[in-house]
């Protein structure tokens, strides 16, 4: 029988792949990787240098671009493969991470008159610089007694669309004006391929609230922030919000060049890249909790029925698999908070002692940590080193490391950093089992559970559930490939649905994380000491991280 391959490509914080992906049995045949030349621009524009403002995070598009001119390329070289065997292509995006565009799709930031303006730029998902809109938002939804607030835990999060917009029309009224659409990026990229411009249900869904029975935000709601913004769903949010799997169009003869791809070849909408890696890990069914871990972690669950709990940041009607409610929560970092640490602060003695022995500072911090037993360093830290996105949702939150001593060592801190990141999925589970979701098996996936093995014991330990592992090294691209085998169709050697591409393309590791009972344990009194720490900063018993913040901000 002739090989078929689809092409998914994952567009993440700091890189974007493409993995190269044979549609019989899920085989990853090649992979690429392209950084982001521009990466996170957090400090100040590329051009100018004009500073930006605490808690900005932008992007380049032209990073992107440049991800399907060389890593598509580059699998299809490296495979030796015919692109006339290359059936569908899909995207996987991080959310929301939107633009401004002009009436060509230009985005604003790539235009003279407007790239010195940071507003004109790509807002990437974790620009949490929208926290006072969100918080207005809330307090406005709340009182208007909005139906949409209930599906988000309650609480619109800063990372998202509207008060991403909001923010716009505030600090940059021009840019607001000029901007013919907003845009998430993983539209936007889609739009580049296909010329048709279709926004996903996912994205929609999850980070622009909209739902598929009522819509967007009413006019009523979106006049009560700012009268400027009545009309923003149908003006600037418009077009056709189209399902999961579904074809976008095809690819453009000028993309087919430029990507080495045949013309015409079947390109899906775009998804979210935690939402792509469910199917990936071959979960589409209820019950299964798959923890997205990167340099965030995502926690996406599926079920048959509709529940509003505080702190799940979204449940969408076929929001991740058609036919059932998916379910998104999440911590804003993760890796990242490993990588602040292995960055910034980390000794030089590591740093060479890892050279010497040949391995990562993160290997070396592994290897060191391993030697302790849970509760023997003395410390406890709070995972909120970019805010708490589950179950509080406050951008304003920030990390703490308590119980140091003159006899701390690097490897414990390490330690207890996973630790709290392990203790905030146990509440997140939590969240979830106590508003009547039942978790009943958890999936790893992400770059994490690849790399560090001590990692997944601790969250085993810390949740006292076993955890299975996908396969694939790049879930998120091999959930986007089955989205674009989806797309092209069974006739095309594509699949019909991604309940079937699931079963033939997903796979699981062997091995699986089981929780040690007698750790187990010292972690359930450890977790006792989080949630006081958790109930005492984060749900008002002391405002010192509110005022520390708000003492920063005024400079
Ligand atoms: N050995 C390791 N142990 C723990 N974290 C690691 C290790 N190696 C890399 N990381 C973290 O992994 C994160 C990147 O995860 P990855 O899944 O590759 O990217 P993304 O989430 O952006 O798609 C970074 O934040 C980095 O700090
Ligand atoms: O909010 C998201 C998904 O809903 C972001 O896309 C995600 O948290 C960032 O992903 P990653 O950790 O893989 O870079």
Request: glycine share 10%.
């Amino acid at each position: 029988m002739k090989r078929r391959y689809s092409i998914g490509i994952d567009f993440g914080t700091e890189s974007g792949r493409a993995l190269l992906v044979d549609l019989t049995n899920g085989e990853e045949v090649a992979t690429h990787v392209t950084v982001y030349s521009h990466g996170v621009i957090g400090e100040k524009l590329p051009g100018s240098g004009q500073k930006l403002g605490t808690d900005w995070a932008l992007q380049h598009p032209g990073d992107y671009m440049e991800v399907l001119r060389r890593s598509v390329s580059e699998v299809l070289r490296t495979a030796s493969v015919n692109m006339e065997d290359v059936v569908g292509i899909g995207v996987d995006f991080t959310a929301c991470t939107m633009m401004p565009l002009d009436s060509t799709g230009t985005p604003l930031c790539l235009k003279a008159e407007w790239r010195e303006d940071p507003h004109s730029w790509v807002k990437l998902w974790k620009h949490h610089a929208a926290q006072t809109e969100a918080n207005r938002m809330n307090e406005i939804a709340k009182a208007r007694g909005e139906t949409f607030l209930p599906r988000y835990g309650g609480k619109v999060s800063s990372e998202w669309m509207i008060p991403k917009i909001w923010q716009i029309l505030n600090e940059a009224p021009h840019i607001y004006e000029a901007a013919d659409m907003f845009m998430e990026a993983a539209d936007w990229i889609v739009m580049q391929m296909t010329g048709e411009q279709i926004r996903n249900s996912c994205a929609a869904g999850y980070k622009a609230l909209w739902n598929k029975r009522e819509g967007y935000p009413s006019r009523g709601f979106l006049q009560s922030l700012d009268p400027a913004m009545a009309d923003l769903a149908e003006t600037k949010l418009r077009g056709t919000i189209a399902p999961l799997g579904s074809k976008a169009g095809g690819l453009s003869w000028e993309m087919a060049g430029v990507m080495g791809l045949c013309p015409g070849t079947a390109v899906a909408v775009g998804n979210i890249d935690a939402h792509a890696m469910v199917p990936a890990c071959g979960v589409v069914t209820p019950g299964k909790l798959v923890m997205a871990m990167g340099t965030s972690t995502c926690h996406l669950m599926l079920s048959d029925k509709e529940v509003h709990a505080e702190g799940i940041s979204g449940v969408v009607e076929d929001g991740i698999v058609a036919g059932l409610y998916g379910y998104e929560a999440g911590q804003a970092a993760v890796g990242d908070i490993f990588a602040w640490y292995v960055d910034h602060a980390v000794p030089a003695y590591i740093k060479q002692a890892a050279t010497e022995a040949g391995i990562t500072v993160y290997e070396w911090l592994e290897r060191e940590a391993s030697a302790y037993l849970p509760g023997q360093s003395g410390l406890i830290a709070l995972d909120w080193w970019n805010g708490n996105r589950s179950v509080l949702a406050d951008a304003d939150l920030s990390g703490l490391l308590l119980g140091c001593t003159l006899q701390t060592k690097p490897e414990e801190i390490y330690r207890a950093l996973i630790e709290a990141t392990a203790f905030g999925t146990r509440k997140i589970i939590e969240a979830f089992t106590d508003s009547g979701i039942d978790v009943d098996e958890l999936y790893a996936c992400g770059g994490l559970p690849q790399r560090n093995r001590l990692l997944m014991q601790i969250y085993a330990d810390v949740t006292g559930r076993e955890i299975k592992i996908a396969d694939s090294v790049q879930t998120a691209a091999l959930g986007a490939a089955m989205f674009g085998a989806v797309a092209a169709g069974s006739e095309e050697g594509g699949y019909d649905s991604i309940v079937d591409a699931a079963a033939k393309m997903a796979q699981l590791r062997k091995e699986t994380f089981k929780p040690n009972p007698a750790h187990a344990a010292i972690y359930d009194e450890l977790y006792k000491q989080y949630s006081e720490l958790q109930d005492i900063f984060g749900r008002g018993g002391s405002q010192v991280m509110k005022k520390l913040k708000e003492i920063k901000v005024k400079g």
